[in-house]
């Protein structure tokens, strides 16, 4: 068996039977078809950053490293095509230093620039979706590849057809942003609302995204976490103006569908659990929707903390907390809201 503490951001002590790195397809293609001929599970992953080890795996884990940026421009808008195991973040600084806006506030969000459009990253009042172009998937069974517009990845909250109907035997291998020459900042989140809209800068927004995560979110070296660990519930507006009722300050976003969205660390705040822990896992005594590993946390740890805030916090506000992290067990993904359920 192969560690995999050091290839995930919350570092579990958690095992597979092989880790390859693939830094083109052909090796990508190899390693899926020598899984497949041992009849073996295969999981992929980018950086880790999104990912709960609840038991060793027992299959062949793939690390994307297929790198590659190019950039091309018309009069209005700026083309970018990026293989998918590109980090993230060097993307956000590639584009930056060539005077492109549109990232600057998805700045350092962990993760391979392909990982992205899984789960519609986003932060600060932009999402994967408001700059995608394309995704380019390779269907590993019938080694198909093909192109989805941005229309056709069935972008929401945190989700996408990646996550259903791609989910297996599917790889995203490069994708395609569209970002406008007319940038306009966006500055509807946090201490983002004090810069001038007519004067701000691509590079402030990006500096100040920096500072704001940097001093809020845990560095995953130094205690493994992968960033918010619940969704951010959608409640109706019936449900929503009872809880009101009890709960003057609650804050709250309205969705255009009528429905509400609250906000998940608030709730957990409320229920005094910034610090609980349990084994090794903890609730961040900062930041309550992220938990962390803190001493040697098991996979098991940090399933009985989601447990138990979860149970807490429908007590006090009846709403129930769903995992944004993805869980994988012995065989591949597992139900994470069962899991804690
Ligand atoms: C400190 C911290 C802060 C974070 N902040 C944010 C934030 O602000 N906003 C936000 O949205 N997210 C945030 N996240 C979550 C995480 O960064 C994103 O979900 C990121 O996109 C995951 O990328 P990854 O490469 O690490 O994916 P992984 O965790 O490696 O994989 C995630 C899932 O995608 C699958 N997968 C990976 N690569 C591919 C591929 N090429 N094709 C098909 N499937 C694939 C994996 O099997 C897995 O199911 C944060 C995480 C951390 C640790």
């Not at 590993?140 to 989805?148: G, S, Y």
């Not at 809209?197 to 070296?221: A, W, Y």
Request: glycine share 8%; net charge neutral.
């Amino acid at each position: 068996m192969k560690s995999l503490q050091y290839f995930h951001t919350f570092h579990i002590s958690a095992n597979a039977n092989e880790i390859t790195e693939v830094k083109n397809l052909e090796q990508l293609k190899g390693a899926w078809i020598g899984a497949k001929a041992q009849n073996l599970p295969v999981l992929f992953l980018g950086q880790g950053s999104n990912m709960l080890f609840v038991e060793d795996f027992n299959g062949i884990v793939i690390i994307n490293r297929l790198l590659g940026i190019s950039h091309k421009q018309d009069d209005c808008f700026h083309y970018l095509h990026v293989n998918s195991g590109e980090n993230w973040h060097n993307l956000v600084r590639y584009s930056l230093e060539r005077g492109i806006g549109g990232l600057e506030n998805l700045a350092l969000i962990p993760g391979c620039a392909g990982s992205a459009p899984i789960q519609n990253i986003g932060a600060y009042g932009v999402e994967f979706k408001d700059v995608c172009h394309y995704v380019d998937v390779l269907d590993l069974a019938t080694d198909k590849q093909f192109r989805l517009s941005t229309e056709e990845c069935d972008f929401g909250y945190r989700e996408s057809i990646f996550k259903h109907r791609y989910r297996h035997d599917h790889v995203i291998i490069a994708i395609g942003l569209k970002l406008s020459k007319n940038w306009q900042p966006v500055l509807e989140y946090g201490t983002l609302v004090n810069f001038d809209r007519e004067r701000v800068t691509v590079k402030q927004i990006f500096d100040e995204v920096c500072h704001i995560r940097q001093s809020k979110l845990p560095n995953p070296d130094v205690f493994g976490n992968a960033g918010s660990f619940f969704k951010n519930p959608v409640i109706s507006a019936k449900q929503f103006s009872e809880l009101q009722k009890l709960n003057e300050n609650l804050p709250h976003f309205p969705q255009p569908d009528g429905r509400v969205k609250l906000a998940a660390g608030w709730l957990i705040e409320q229920c005094n659990l910034k610090g609980f822990k349990i084994g090794g896992a903890s609730v961040h005594k900062k930041q309550a929707l992220v938990l962390i590993n803190e001493n040697n946390a098991t996979g098991q740890d940090v399933v009985k903390l989601a447990h138990y805030i979860r149970q807490t916090v429908a007590e006090k506000f009846a709403v129930y907390l769903q995992p944004e992290v993805r869980f994988i067990g012995a065989e591949g993904e597992i139900d994470s809201e069962k899991a804690i359920a």
